[in-house]
């Protein structure tokens, strides 16, 4: 097997694995969102990203489904969404 293939099936299996956690490291955060370190650190000392201390303060740990929702809670509105929501202000502003 060539170098490459073996790196691609480690990566397969890590991500795997990944994804069937229940809590995530903030490296495994970085790796599963795709966001740099820094910046995760920056929005966690903001109070922006829901996170957890270990007891004694020094690692963190993130609920899967908390990332997943938060990363959720800015959704974009289609075109077709948005034509929607436009006709429907629309007629309501005839009516008036």
């Given at each position: 097997m060539q170098k490459e293939s073996v790196i691609q099936?480690?990566?397969?299996?890590?991500?795997?694995?990944?994804h069937?956690?229940?809590l995530f490291t903030?490296?495994?955060v970085c790796s599963y969102t795709g966001?740099?370190?820094s910046y995760l650190y920056k929005l966690c000392s903001a109070k922006t990203i829901p996170h957890y201390k270990?007891?004694?303060?020094?690692?963190?740990?993130?609920?899967?489904?908390?990332i997943i929702a938060w990363l959720k809670k800015n959704p974009v509105k289609t075109?077709?969404?948005m034509k929607?929501?436009?006709?429907?202000?629309s007629?309501?502003?005839k009516r008036n």
């Open positions: 099936v480690m990566t397969d299996v890590r991500n795997l694995l990944l069937q956690k229940e903030i490296s495994e966001y740099e370190k270990s007891p004694g303060g020094k690692t963190l740990f993130f609920d899967k489904a908390e075109q077709e969404e929607r929501q436009a006709d429907i202000i007629k309501s502003t």
